[in-house]
């Protein structure tokens, strides 16, 4: 066995996609025996569409949104869009989809690719040695590396005796699936902009989100109480004090809690173990940003490990996960962490000053732009916008190019060459397209590493050995 995926949540179920892509034997070991369908994380950030489109997985995404509203993003549930047609993406607003459904898609896809996901195996022991893992998790399972994408509470963490240093939580809300039997004219219609869907009365905040039918997605908390319970009473009287008497509950289909804490693992790599998804960051929930940053990692992650236990990974190919993805969920911990302030229920006369001038300033163009190119995570500096091409074999783009797994040169001029050492793991495309660039050379995980400026072959070196 080459990978051992603990967790099979968004993370997991991405990595062991691509760990499969890239030739790995993988398993997963997930202690739930069957997949929870909870709405939890409703949104994918216009960058993640990006790449799941690179593996050919986002059009099986979009046939299982229900109704998708073109609705921008919200930095603090601010009432303005984040607008993300500057940034020249073709999916510039976040997807709406329950999480369990784009867990159904990413589990699919990996094991449609020979990845094994073992349901019913929970996790209590991992020891490493030099040449190995060895997991307790109902049986023995041993293999070359770990990787730990077992959630906010991850256990390997825990066995591995790791701090995760950052603040703890200042409440306890409540995230349940629920069936209503009849609904007032405050329950909305459709999903719509954050801004229009929360609310606040008395000590109560929440939100009621359709999801199709009667369900809807309830999140709420009080202001009084800094643990919520999740029980039906506590559900219902948080109803009917948001959204008056008329709107009365028939079920809870699935229940939960979550907070505001906010920790960053220092390392994300201890030997033979990493660390990806909400393992090795947490932060609150607003602006949609977990999920997100937890199939980027995988994206990130997987290549590099699929390389390392094939034997071409060029020397500290792996440790770059470490240092490309630490930063990037440093920074969505630093701008939640500022969300949470504006968005506070109940604010303050300098809270409610505060929002004011950001809601002024999100109003024009170029604070716009930046906000939702740093929520959209557009605004990745190794990313290339998605274009269209013309080969001899017709139009392509290199969002198609990329669904092998391999690394893409893309050529413009028709002159450039892919030396015979690198056949085996980058694909040279000629064709023709209006870009700034003559050529362009692209990791399997779609990231630009040369931009046909100086020679060709260090880049070729660094990145594929
Ligand atoms: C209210 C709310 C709204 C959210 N909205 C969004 C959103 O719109 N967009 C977004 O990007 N994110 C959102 N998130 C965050 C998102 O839900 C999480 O970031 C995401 O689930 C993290 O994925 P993960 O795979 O890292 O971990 P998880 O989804 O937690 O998966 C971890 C898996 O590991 C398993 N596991 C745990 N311990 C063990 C063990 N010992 N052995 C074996 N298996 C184990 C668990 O059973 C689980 O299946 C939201 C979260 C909340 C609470």
Known sequence: MDVIVVGAGPAGLMLAHELALGGAEVVVVERLTERVEQTKGGAIQPRTAELLDARGLLDPIMERVHARPVIG???AGLPVELDCTPWNTRNPYPIGIPQWRIEEVLEEAATARGARVLRGHEVTAVAQDANGVTVSAGTEFRAKYLVACDGAHSTVRKLLDLPFPGRSGTFKAV???????SVSDLVPKAAGHMSALTREVENHWGMLVPIGGDKYRFTFGKLDEPET????????????????????????????????STRQLEQYRHGRVLFAGDAAHVHSPLGGQGLNLGVQDAINLGWKLAATVAGWAPEGLLDSYHAERHPKAARVLHHTSAQRVLATPKPSEDVRALREIFTDLLSLPDTNRTIAGMMSGLDDETRVQDFDLVTADGPTRPAELLRSGRGVLVDLTGSVRLPEEWVDRVDLV????????????LRPDGAVCWRGEGPLEPALRATFG
Do not use: M, N
């Open 73 to 75: 993003g919200h930095f």
């Open 430 to 441: 000629h064709g023709k397209a209006s870009q700034d660039f003559d050529a362009i050379l």
């Open 229 to 260: 319970p999740e029980t039906d009473d506590a559900v219902r009287q948080a109803l009917v004090a948001l959204y008056g008497e008329t709107t009365t509950l028939a079920e809870v289909l699935t229940r939960s809690r979550f907070g505001d």
């Open 175 to 181: 995230l349940v699936d629920v069936r209503l039997s």
